[in-house]
């Protein structure tokens, strides 16, 4: 063999050896990233792709993969739970990931940017999906929860390397919070979170309720019950970065607890998601505007109709077999009042509303019509009794758009119960001096108050009443007068509830709140819409020892504008308006 050819020879070899020892490298590479990513103590796969879908148009097909898809999301990637702290590998490609599927109505709900208000409220029917929005809101604010640590850490790496006498830098834990209103209802969200969430990515505490995520992030689940008023609040010790609430509506007493919990955001804006299904109570209704009104909430509404995943056929046949009424409230969200209300005038949307800056107070011009005394500034309803007491304050007022009608704003309201008149009048008092600055000298302007016609019956006041109102300091009379003069004449009790109905339904009687629609008056807001007929039609049917009955303050009101809006002082009226003229 010539020289060359075993030269060439040995090259060939050297060549073949380097290609196979470049080639062992590479599969040995790939053989330790396939053991490393197939082991969950390390590489976790958290990809998931969210289909948005729309409701199929024949209301048929409700297999989510079938149904049409508007757009997809990919969220999350490969964690990489050893890395210190645990991160996302936002470099490396997707790996099989999960299918998800939400509606358009919870699309908006799910994804919660950090220039929106820092509160949703998802507010629906039954079978709307609001719980499952609530998982996929959670395993965004799981990966936002990775985002902050990471960004955290590497802050404080930057900063010690930069002066010495800085800190070490530490791993920050974070937690995040969901409450329902009972264990059962823990439980349907627990349920939902690990038929979404693959194994690989948490383990489980049942007795603790506690989700211990891949990467050291808590989810704590928490029952909001308390079987009695003295036993403590179950959210105490708590720090949160998000919280989830399931049916809100039956939590709000725990609200300012779980409020307190959510402090452990960096940035002090921990997110927050409710769900809420519609209640016909004046504390949630007053709650919920509360919300809303604070700028910090914004709601989103969902029913069930809408939802791709249920077909048609089962919300036409709970139509066909609930009453209106009931498909309105339980399906459709509706926030309806009892039929047999007393006072069905009352609308909260139309008659809570604030004094308009540009209102002209005629107070004193509307009640000197009637008393003949310009000192009269304030109108004071009251109903009398032994067991319990009530009193309104009023003012009248004059919009610029609504010439010569007289408005009526009960301003604030005074409730006792097993307290003697006396102490009633002069806690009366002193809202009068306080808030609305009558009454503090004896020629300065004062309260006038019109009280339940004096009477024989037991639940009739006497002369002893009037006699101690005047006592304290206050101008008081009957609300009626016999023909003869005397403070003994009849009211009806149901033309009565007919002059209030009357005036809110014709928006000429208010109930003054805050811009956040927090009204100055709740208990009696929670009389007028909790108020009803028994089965006969009668209003304030209840016996009066009776602690269910709310009657005293809506009684209140009405005998204060029984002198001014019953039909037969149309006279006076007139004479009003001629005052406003002038």
């Given amino acids: 063999m010539s020289v060359r050819r075993v030269v060439a020879a040995l090259a060939l070899l050297a060549g073949l050896l380097l290609l196979t020892a470049s080639t062992y490298r590479r599969r040995e590479f790939q053989r330790w990233l396939d053991n490393e990513t197939a082991s969950p103590t390390r590489y976790v796969d958290a990809h998931v792709r969210l289909h948005v879908v729309e409701k199929d148009p024949t209301g048929k097909e409700t297999n989510p993969a079938k149904l049409k898809r508007i757009r997809t999301h990919e969220l999350g990637g490969w964690i990489d739970t050893q890395w210190s702290p645990p991160r996302l590998m936002t470099e490396c490609e997707y790996g099989e990931g999960q299918d998800w599927y939400c509606s358009q109505?919870?699309?908006?709900?799910?994804?919660?940017?950090?220039?929106?208000?820092?509160?949703?409220?998802?507010?629906?029917?039954?079978?709307?999906?609001k719980t499952s929005a609530g998982v996929i809101w959670v395993y965004l604010r799981w990966l936002d929860s990775l985002d902050e640590r990471t960004r955290l850490w590497d802050e404080s790496v930057k900063a010690s390397e930069e002066d010495e006498k800085a800190p070490p830098p530490t791993i920050k834990q974070i937690e995040g919070g969901i409450t329902a209103p009972t264990s059962s209802r823990v439980k349907i969200v627990i349920d939902e979170i690990t038929s979404k969430f693959p194994a690989t990515w948490f383990h489980f505490s049942s007795t603790t309720g506690l989700f211990t995520m891949c990467d050291g992030t808590l989810i704590r689940c928490v029952s909001t019950y308390r079987q009695s008023a003295s036993q403590g609040s179950p959210l105490q010790g708590f720090n949160w970065n998000f919280w989830l609430g399931d049916e809100l509506q039956d939590q709000q007493s725990e609200y300012i607890h779980i409020s307190a919990r959510l402090r452990s955001k960096a940035d002090g804006r921990a997110k927050r998601l409710a769900t809420a299904t519609e209640k016909d109570s004046p504390e949630w209704r007053t709650f919920k505007a509360s919300l809303s009104g604070s700028g910090d909430w914004v709601t989103h509404s969902m029913l069930g109709p809408r939802s791709p995943f249920i077909a048609q056929a089962h919300w036409d046949s709970m139509e066909r077999q609930l009453s209106t009424r009931d498909y309105r409230r339980l399906v459709l969200a509706e926030d309806l009042p009892s039929e047999s209300r007393v006072y069905s005038g009352w609308d909260r949307k139309r008659n809570l509303r604030p004094i308009p800056l540009n209102a002209r107070k005629i107070t004193s011009i509307v009640l000197s019509k009637k008393t003949g005394d310009k000192r009269d500034a304030i109108g004071v309803g009251h109903d009398p009794g032994t067991a319990k007491a009530g009193s309104v304050w009023l003012d009248a007022y004059e919009l610029h758009d609504r010439k010569g009608e007289v408005l009526w704003w009960i301003r604030s309201e005074l409730f006792t119960l097993h307290k003697s008149a006396e102490t009633h009048a002069l806690e009366a008092m002193k809202i009068t001096r306080d808030r609305f600055g009558c009454n503090v000298r004896p020629d300065s302007e004062r309260a006038h108050v019109r009280c339940q016609p004096i009477g024989q019956a037991e639940d009739k006041p006497d002369l002893d009443v009037f006699a101690i109102w005047q006592r304290v300091g206050f101008s008081i009379k009957a609300a009626q007068y016999s023909k003869q003069g005397q403070g003994i004449g009849q009211i009806k009790k149901d033309s009565r509830i007919a002059v209030v109905n009357t005036?809110?339904?014709?928006?000429?009687?208010?109930?003054?709140?805050?811009?956040?629609?927090?009204?100055?008056?709740?208990?009696?807001?929670?009389?007028?819409?909790?108020?009803?007929?028994?089965?006969?039609?009668?209003?304030?049917?209840?016996?009066?020892?009776?602690?269910?009955?709310?009657?005293?303050l809506p009684a209140a009101l009405g005998y204060f504008l029984w002198p001014f809006e019953k039909e037969l002082a149309m006279a006076l009226r007139g004479e009003i308006r001629k005052g406003l003229t002038v």
């Avoid at 109505?105 to 999906?129: N, R, S, T, Y």
């Avoid at 709140?513 to 108020?531: F, G, K, S, Y």
């Fill in 105 to 129: 109505e919870q699309e908006p709900l799910v994804f919660h940017a950090d220039d929106e208000p820092i509160g949703k409220l998802a507010l629906g029917g039954m079978g709307a999906g």
């Fill in 503 to 552: 005036l809110f339904e014709k928006s000429r009687l208010f109930i003054e709140c805050d811009d956040r629609q927090t009204p100055t008056c709740p208990t009696l807001i929670e009389a007028m819409e909790t108020m009803e007929r028994d089965y006969r039609g009668r209003a304030e049917h209840e016996e009066k020892v009776v602690k269910h009955d709310k009657s005293d």
